[in-house]
């Protein structure tokens, strides 16, 4: 095997599949990664730069920054992959009966336009105002924000399977509409929805850490890199490093997901995959 080849042929995939697989470990294995509890405050040690005992410094109510970094990885990836699922299914069903039945399709793609009329974190913002702060509203926000997307691109590549010979043939033969979207339209599907998927992920770390730095995602007790944004802005001068280390948390996870998500746009679009 030409490893040289390969690994230029998936080195997005695999660079990206690391760093997201590093994401996941932190995310597991939090309690034993994390030096401090990260809700034991210390006032006596407030404000500390980074040190051997606290790693990334203290925040102003002395709790160490690593460990909240360390445990928002956990929140950030609970989030993320709990939006993914809402979306994923919600937008599948919606998308396969849009492209499936004309009927269906006017109805739902007008609420979906209507939908991204708006931008996601204003869409989220609204939701969050009038549901409240909290994981579940959080998640439920995100999910609708992000459906659209979903629906669109399982509907697109409905609309081009149901022209196929294989589920031509499969009417012919008097399969129910229930099974052709089923056994020979969605799993046509799978590979641009995992695409789409990887990349609503990335979007949603985005998202989640602006909602909270904005005041509306979560509250300020749970240990999220958005909330440890918000509280550090106004230490921004004096202790940079409360800004810039949930920072590269963000960039990393999104960086890896965007890589992830990329190479495997190339791997599995076979219009792309010409080797």
Same mark, same amino acid.
């Given at each position: 095997m030409n490893w040289r080849k390969f690994f230029h042929k998936y080195a997005s995939v695999l660079i990206g599949g690391v760093l997201f697989f590093t994401i996941v470990m932190v995310a597991i294995f939090a309690p034993l990664i994390a030096t401090h509890d990260p809700a034991e405050m210390q006032m006596t040690l407030r404000l500390q730069p980074?040190?051997?005992?606290?790693?990334?410094?203290t925040d102003e109510f002395g709790r160490d920054v690593f460990s909240r970094i360390?445990?928002?990885a956990r929140i950030s990836l609970t989030i993320s992959l709990s939006v993914l699922a809402l979306a994923g299914v919600a937008g599948s069903i919606l998308g396969l009966l849009s492209g499936y039945f004309?009927?269906?399709?006017?109805?739902?793609?007008?609420?979906?336009?209507?939908?991204m009329a708006f931008p996601t974190v204003i869409?989220?913002?609204?939701?969050?105002?009038?549901?409240?702060?909290?994981?579940?509203?959080?998640?439920?926000?995100?999910?609708?924000?992000q459906l659209p997307r979903v629906v669109r691109t399982v509907r *697109? /590549?409905?609309?081009?399977?149901?022209? @196929?010979?294989? +589920?031509?043939?499969?009417?012919?033969?008097? =399969?129910?509409?229930?099974?052709?979207?089923?056994?020979?339209?969605?799993?046509?599907?799978?590979?641009?929805l995992i695409i789409r998927l990887t990349l609503i992920m990335a979007l949603t770390v985005l998202n989640e850490a602006s909602l909270t730095f904005l005041g509306v995602g979560l509250s300020p007790d749970v240990p999220s890199w958005g909330v440890i944004l918000?509280?550090?802005?106004?230490?921004? *001068? /004096?202790?940079?490093?409360?800004?810039? @280390?949930?920072? +590269?948390?963000?960039?990393?996870?999104?960086? =890896?997901?965007?890589?992830l998500g990329d190479g495997l746009r190339d791997v599995l679009d076979p219009r792309l995959n010409t080797n």
């Open positions: 980074p040190s051997r005992e606290h790693l990334c410094g360390v445990y928002g004309s009927l269906a399709d006017t109805l739902i793609m007008r609420v979906m336009d209507g939908l869409l989220s913002l609204v939701i969050l105002t009038i549901m409240g702060s909290g994981i579940p509203n959080l998640v439920l926000a995100l999910s609708i924000a *697109t /590549t409905v609309i081009s399977a149901k022209q @196929l010979e294989h +589920v031509e043939a499969a009417r012919a033969m008097g =399969a129910s509409h229930l099974r052709i979207m089923v056994k020979y339209i969605f799993p046509l599907c799978v590979s641009p918000s509280e550090a802005r106004q230490f921004v *001068t /004096t202790s940079p490093y409360l800004i810039i @280390l949930p920072g +590269v948390a963000i960039v990393w996870s999104v960086l =890896a997901l965007n890589m």
